[in-house]
């Protein structure tokens, strides 16, 4: 067979926005898939709310049908997605092929004597630009496949939606008819398509260089593939470089030591760079000494562990709210005291934030400072847990004023070690600054710890393997406010 006579490759849903995104990803996609990694855990986790969403959604269209439900082959989805039109129902996941395209509806639903509305369900909450990119290849694959199509209209989550009681889809989802915006988008969908046939059937794989476009809309797989060039203090590490990083890489400039001196920096980005170059950690003592002196015992050094689901849990809740699930407190009583651990981890499938607010209310008294990193999450999750439960709203507002942000000396950039990378998160302070880090730790990230605890607590797993986890879940969250207190106290060293 000759090259030109070569099979047309079928583009899902998946595979079009992956080219719009980026012609190397598409590539990789059809002509050396195996190096592509599959899906991390967060990204599964993202996946698996979407399937919940769907699920719900299904429930505005009774008297609906699943065409060929678990079925991947189109080979096979194809007839009866074609017998499934015929009976006039809402459809879930019919499938429909034109020319090149392949597209799985989430729902199609039937409209006057013969035609369609297409519904794509999101558990996002806004309606987004790749959205009707989706939506318009969905449309032009079911009018080329022969159905009459009407509208085209979003179903995504609401976040003013409150629970109170069973959860009502109709208040869940938003809706909204984005018609005249694919339209728009129609007439260059055939020429997409086109432009990517010809990008498959390559013998190599575009050179695409990195850009904006490796995070937008999503972040591609292909990162580390495509990423891996650049060395170890490579100008993206820069402290808020942004689009600056690939400007200076047009210039030749790869690492943070080769940018010119007269190439304009900010301040911190400019203690950033003589820390690198000189090897040394940047100290401003007197900065520093100003921070420390503002404490007053007794410190209390607090963290949450929460999750945020789409669908919400618990009554009072918004979608994707922040749900605390755990938390660590040290206190250290006074000066040269050695620290007090309290800690507390939910179980079962109650609301755990009437607990965690009745046990913070003894425990962290009425003075000294309470210390947070990134204070602002942890006072966002105490001011929502406690509009739920009113009575608490007195106290949070007689705590708030005492809490303080341990964040903030290093984003300010009165520390910084040049192993921080140009991060001023705790996973990057601590270490640096006193040697401990989360390396042997079985869950070390905030977004595993409520993957986790979802599973074990709201999935089907055993006893033994429940509380192993359990027993990890604390771990990290205490390790983050013991951190906090060699964090405070590798600062007093230095002043």
Aim: charged share 25%; proline share 6%; hydrophobic share 35%.
């Amino acid at each position: 067979m000759r090259e030109t006579e070569q099979p047309v490759p079928l583009l899902s849903k998946s595979k079009y926005l992956a080219g719009l995104q980026c012609a190397k990803l598409l590539w990789y996609h059809y002509n050396a898939k195996e190096k592509i990694p599959a899906p991390d855990e967060a990204t599964e986790a993202i996946f698996e709310q979407g399937h919940l969403v769907g699920e719900l959604a299904k429930s505005l269209f009774p008297g609906g049908m699943e065409v060929a439900k678990g079925t991947v082959d189109f080979a096979r989805v194809l007839p009866e997605s074609l017998d499934a039109v015929k009976l006039r129902k809402p459809l879930f996941e019919a499938a429909f092929r034109y020319k090149n395209a392949f597209a799985r509806a989430d729902i199609l639903n039937p409209v006057a004597r013969d035609e369609w509305d297409i519904i794509e369900v999101k558990s996002s909450t806004s309606v987004k630009d790749i959205n009707l990119h989706d939506l318009a290849l969905q449309r032009y694959t079911y009018e080329g496949a022969g159905l009459k199509i009407r509208h085209c209209r979003l179903l995504y989550i609401d976040n003013e939606y409150v629970k109170r009681g069973p959860i009502d889809p109709e208040k869940l989802f938003a809706r909204e008819d984005v018609s005249r915006r694919v339209a728009e988008l129609l007439p260059g969908v055939e020429g997409n398509l086109t432009k990517m046939v010809e990008v498959i059937l390559l013998k190599k794989h575009p050179d695409i260089k990195i850009g904006p476009h490796c995070s937008d809309p999503y972040d591609c797989p292909l990162h580390g593939l495509c990423w891996d060039f650049l060395p170890e203090d490579n100008v993206f590490t820069l402290y808020r470089l942004g689009q600056k990083g690939f400007d200076l890489l047009k210039m030749g400039i790869e690492t943070i030591v080769e940018i010119p001196d007269d190439y304009r920096l900010s301040d911190a980005q400019g203690i950033q760079m003589e820390s690198l170059k000189s090897g040394r950690p940047f100290i401003d003592k007197s900065a520093l000494r100003t921070f420390l002196t503002s404490l007053s015992y007794p410190l209390c050094f607090l963290d949450f562990e929460t999750f945020a689901t789409a669908i919400p849990l618990f009554d009072d809740v918004h979608p994707y709210q922040q749900i605390p699930f755990q938390y660590s407190l040290h206190i250290i009583p006074s000066e040269g005291a050695r620290p007090e651990h309290h800690a507390y981890l939910a179980d079962g499938n109650d609301d755990p934030r009437i607990e965690i607010l009745r046990q913070l209310e003894t425990l962290l008294g009425d003075r000294g400072s309470i210390m947070a990193y990134h204070a602002g999450f942890e006072k966002g999750v105490l001011q929502k847990s406690t509009e739920a439960y009113g009575r608490y709203v007195p106290w949070y507002e007689k705590i708030e004023p005492r809490v303080v942000d341990l964040l903030q000396p290093f984003r300010s950039f009165h520390y910084y070690h040049p192993e921080q990378k140009g991060s001023a998160s705790i996973k990057s302070v601590l270490p640096a600054l006193t040697g401990k880090g989360y390396e042997d730790l079985e869950i070390a990230d905030g977004g595993a710890a409520a993957r986790e605890y979802l599973r074990v607590t709201f999935g089907t797993v055993s006893g033994s393997e429940k509380q192993e986890v359990r027993r990890q879940l604390l771990d990290y969250c205490g390790l983050d406010t013991l951190g906090m207190t060699s964090i405070v106290a590798a600062l007093r060293k230095l002043t």
